[in-house]
């Protein structure tokens, strides 16, 4: 249960689909996901609904049944609003929101609101103003009408705090005038990172909240914000870093998520530029997390995406003082054993064993194995140092430890 603050959590509930992609464990795997998204916005959960269906209502997504209750309980507990987890196409959004006469967000939306709230930067300001008035666009046409839109909340931040009647013309020259803005932006980033000269570059990457920032803070000895939240990073953040006196660059990127939104993947298309133009990946994985396999697997699909898939990568399994496997009582015959009671140690020798010397395990809260994650770091960027300028070889011994 996530520990609520003295602060006022606007009213919230989920929604998910059981359906031939995904079964019911998984459905609510992403819907732990999404109350953790909501619980980011400033909502609080009080119930979720699923149905199983083969096929979305083309009109409202879940059948007329459902969406009847969800009223009911709509009414009777002044939900603020309701949180799909899936896409809604813009004619589904309205359908709903006409029915049930409150905000109606899908994962997109949420996590665009997310970002919002997030961004600090007017670089990144800008990348989320033209994700969401690209979100935005084919849903124009009677969006919750019937609110008083500065009350704000989930989902009133950005561009929807403007009057509904903005017509598309006008959004469509925002977007083109924001597509100017990010393009001279990119390049003006773009002759930064020319200018950093010849460094070796290393960028984290991996899901949202796996603790990346709390790395680059004790590795850099920065002040990076980190929280337990979702995207409590948004800005890339780049330090200069140095382990015995072998220099490089150390590069915090956005987390990845499932189901993450097209429009965010191309319009912070120069943030993952810090990913693309790195000689070396360290993909930081909380390990404490019940579906860290999954969420590798959504990181590996972003990095294909984005042509990133090939360079050299440290795994980086990290929150080892946190993970905790379930145990089998020994008169437990009946259930099967299976990957979530492995230990540590057994986990290292299934498929981790073959990532051989490309993989480490550590708690970089509680500052657990950091000396050898730092040699292995200061081995794998000298290897790529001493290959772009074999005549430095003798400055940087062969391992950290021996300065």
């Not at 935005?136 to 008083?148: D, I, N, Q």
């Not at 990172?193 to 460094?199: C, D, F, T, V, Y």
């Not at 693309?276 to 997390?289: G, N, P, Q």
């Not at 657990?368 to 772009?388: M, P, Q, T």
Request: proline share 2%.
């Amino acid at each position: 249960m996530l520990e609520k603050q003295n602060i006022e959590y606007e009213k919230a509930i989920l929604v998910g689909v059981i359906n031939k992609q995904q079964n019911e464990k998984k459905v609510q795997e992403y819907l732990d996901e999404l109350e953790f998204l909501t619980y980011t916005a400033g909502g609080e959960v009080l119930k979720r609904f699923v149905q199983r269906m083969d096929l979305p209502n083309p009109k409202t997504y879940i059948g007329s049944g459902k969406i009847q209750e969800i009223e009911a309980y709509v009414d009777e507990n002044e939900i603020g609003s309701v949180i799909f987890d899936d896409e809604l196409s813009a004619g589904q959004q309205r359908n709903i929101e006409k029915i049930l006469r409150c905000k109606i967000l899908d994962r997109t939306g949420l996590i665009l609101d997310i970002f919002a709230q997030r961004a600090k930067t007017s670089y990144a300001r800008t990348q989320v103003e033209l994700a969401q008035y690209e979100y935005l666009l084919p849903r124009l046409t009677g969006l919750w009408t019937h609110l008083e839109r500065q009350r704000g909340g989930i989902g009133m931040r950005g561009p929807g705090e403007a009057e509904i009647e903005t017509d598309r013309r006008i959004v469509r020259d925002r977007i083109a005038l924001l597509k100017k803005k990010l393009t001279k932006i990119d390049r003006q980033m773009g002759t930064q990172r020319g200018n950093r000269g010849a460094l070796v570059r290393v960028a984290l990457v991996g899901y949202t909240n796996v603790g990346k920032s709390t790395l680059m803070n004790v590795i850099s000895k920065s002040h990076v914000f980190a929280e337990d939240k979702l995207f409590a990073t948004l800005d890339t953040t780049v330090r200069k870093v140095v382990l015995g006196n072998l220099p490089f660059l150390l590069s915090d990127t956005v987390g990845f998520i499932r189901k993450l939104p097209t429009q965010l993947v191309e319009s912070f298309k120069s943030t993952l530029d810090e990913v693309r133009e790195a000689d070396l990946l360290l993909h930081i994985v909380d390990i404490s997390h019940p579906n860290f396999e999954d969420h590798i697997n959504s990181v590996n699909k972003i990095l294909n995406e984005i042509g990133s898939s090939d360079k050299k990568t440290i795994m980086v399994f990290n929150k080892i003082d946190l993970y905790t496997q379930e145990i089998l009582e020994e008169d437990d015959l009946m259930t099967e054993r299976s990957s979530k009671h492995f230990t540590i140690d057994e986990w290292k020798h299934t498929w981790m064993q073959k990532l051989g010397d490309n993989a480490i395990f550590i708690s970089a809260l509680k500052k657990e194995n950091l000396d050898e994650f730092r040699k292995k770091v200061y081995d794998a960027v000298r290897k790529i140092h001493i290959s772009r300028f074999p005549y430095n070889n003798f400055l940087y011994p062969e391992h950290l430890d021996q300065y």
